[in-house]
């Protein structure tokens, strides 16, 4: 189990560092789509601040030994943003979106509980 949970992190920190760096620096093809968004640029810049922040955040405490509770917390933040997204994509009718957004959130919500109660670091 501490094996799956391992592989979860790594693949979801690499997912939210690529996702937030997109946001961060956004190609001109992604950033006319950002602009159509009902959102502000501003918003999409704290979304991607807070996921790059936040994929170190799902590994570096578990491989340093230094403030393991970063490790839950940082899947606890992400799975918030993860699952505001899933509400706004099926508020939007994006069906597909909405169910590969699920399920991230589904995988970083297993990684937050059960590194809080199951097998913490």
């Known amino acids: 189990m501490n094996t799956a949970l391992w592989v979860a992190q790594i693949m979801l920190a690499f997912l939210f560092l690529a996702h937030g760096l997109m946001y961060l620096y956004p190609p001109d093809s992604v950033s006319k789509v950002l602009r159509k968004m009902p959102f502000s640029i501003g918003?999409?810049?704290?979304?991607?601040?807070?996921?790059?922040?936040?994929?170190?955040g799902l590994t570096l405490p578990g491989?340093?030994?230094?403030?393991?509770?970063?490790?839950?917390?940082?899947?606890?933040?992400?799975?918030?943003?993860?699952?505001?997204?899933?509400?706004?994509h099926l508020r939007e009718g994006e069906w597909l979106q909405a169910f590969v957004t699920a399920a991230v959130f589904a995988l970083v919500a297993f990684v937050a509980v059960t590194r809080w109660f199951v097998i913490p670091l």
Do not use: D, K
């Open 43 to 56: 918003f999409f810049r704290f979304l991607g601040i807070a996921e790059v922040l936040a994929a170190p």
């Open 63 to 88: 491989w340093t030994g230094l403030l393991p509770w970063l490790t839950p917390l940082a899947a606890t933040g992400l799975a918030l943003i993860v699952g505001g997204a899933a509400v706004f």
